[in-house]
């Protein structure tokens, strides 16, 4: 049976990969000054390129999500991780700016509000989250050092 999925499944990662190499030789094909003819093929890759992403994005949820279902340890390590996400997400939101955003020569980029609200919460997640990760490298790594 595993054998048998095995070859369905190399037989499919085969038909996706000529068809992208077909998309491919299709749009290198045409020469830069002939644009008119060119839009077309890049729609074409670009499309087929979108599936297999979108494909390839859900399959992966369907999966992990049925991975924790299927292991209730794992599931309650996850909602763990997410709500200590979303906890740092609200601090982070609490502790941001809704002051107008400037740009480098000093002009409006965005009045007062929602958007850079969200704007300055979103740089200053991603300042705690490097520095809790920065943490754990620097432990990590002096843990190593000590053994």
Not at 17 to 43: H, M, Q
Not at 73 to 96: D, F, N, P, Q, R
Not at 109 to 132: D, M, P, Q, R, V
Not at 135 to 144: A, M, S, T
């Amino acid at each position: 049976m595993k054998g048998d999925l095995t070859k369905k499944l190399t037989i499919l990662v085969a038909v996706i990969t000529f068809i992208g190499i077909a998309l491919f030789v299709n749009v290198s094909r045409f020469d830069v000054e002939e644009l008119a003819k060119l839009d077309p093929a890049v729609g074409m890759l670009v499309t087929f390129s979108q599936a297999l992403l979108y494909i390839t994005i859900a399959i992966t949820l369907v999966l992990s999500i049925l991975g924790l279902v299927k292991n209730p340890e794992a599931l309650k390590k996850t909602a763990i991780g997410l709500g200590i996400l979303l906890v740092l997400l609200v601090i982070s939101y609490v502790i941001s700016s809704d002051a107008a955003v400037l740009g480098a020569q000093g002009e409006l980029l965005s009045e007062a509000g929602a958007t850079s609200k969200w704007t300055g919460t979103g740089i200053t997640y991603s300042i705690i989250l490097g520095i809790i990760g920065g943490g754990f490298f620097v432990f990590d790594l002096l843990k190593g050092l000590i053994k």
